[in-house]
């Protein structure tokens, strides 16, 4: 069984975002993607209503992509899969719609209790977004694992700093390459495809 995680990825658009978020994502039986940008295969719900009847009779290991046309019926998804579900992924593209500063407030808010309380029914969350400063900056006490692919605007890499990350290496990333930072310390994807705590950490930064 995999742990609990809550995993953030940001970058600008083509830096692979996306690319690394599947291969996350192949570790985990049980994945409702929230495909707001139509570039994941699975069983497609393009309405909430269908989605409901799904988990009427839900199958044990499922590939689930919403398309819902409002942005009301995925916080509606959200909170059936976080009342009902237990041991899931939720992958969360364009999060800032999602995860941002005024949602990230409210105790009512379906994203909200998933990320604070979401441990209990081991709900994880792979949240991946371009726009670094519209992301509720309160979530970094809560993040398992934060990656950062390269990114160059000025306010974009201030933020990245109070994530942690060190500005000059998030604008010197070359493409394809992230930062990596997990409770045990940095990394960079030149380390091991996947690294663990247990590798020493480059610099003791930690989350
Ligand atoms: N590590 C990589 N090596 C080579 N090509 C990659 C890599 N990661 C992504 N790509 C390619 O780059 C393009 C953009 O990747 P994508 O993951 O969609 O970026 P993003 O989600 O950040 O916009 C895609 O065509 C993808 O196949
Ligand atoms: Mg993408």
Excluded at 96 to 109: E, G
Aim: negative net charge; hydrophobic residues 40%.
């Amino acid at each position: 069984m995999i742990q609990r995680e809550v995993i953030i990825i940001f970058g600008r658009t083509g830096e692979g975002k996306s690319t690394l978020a599947k291969k996350i994502i192949a570790r985990y039986n049980r994945v409702v993607v929230f495909d707001t940008l139509h570039e994941y295969h699975g069983t497609v719900f393009s309405d909430f209503d269908s989605f409901v009847d799904y988990f009427q009779h839900p199958d044990s290991d499922f590939f689930l992509v919403c398309r819902f046309p409002s942005p009301v019926s995925f916080s509606y998804a959200a909170r059936l899969l976080f009342e009902t579900q237990e041991d899931i992924l939720i992958v969360l593209e364009e999060a800032d719609n999602y995860l941002n500063s005024v949602s990230f407030n409210d105790a009512y808010d379906p994203f909200f209790q998933i990320v604070t309380r979401g441990r209990h029914a081991k709900i994880s969350i792979l949240a991946i977004t371009q726009r670094p400063t519209l992301i509720a900056i309160t979530l970094r006490a809560m993040s398992t694992r934060v990656i950062t692919f390269c990114q160059t605007e000025p306010g974009d890499l201030d933020r990245m700093e109070d994530w942690g990350f060190d500005p000059e290496e998030v604008r010197n990333l070359e493409k394809f390459k992230y930062l990596e930072k997990t409770k045990g310390g940095i990394h960079d994807s030149n380390d091991k495809a996947s690294p663990s705590q247990h590798e020493t950490p480059k610099k003791d930064i930690l989350l």
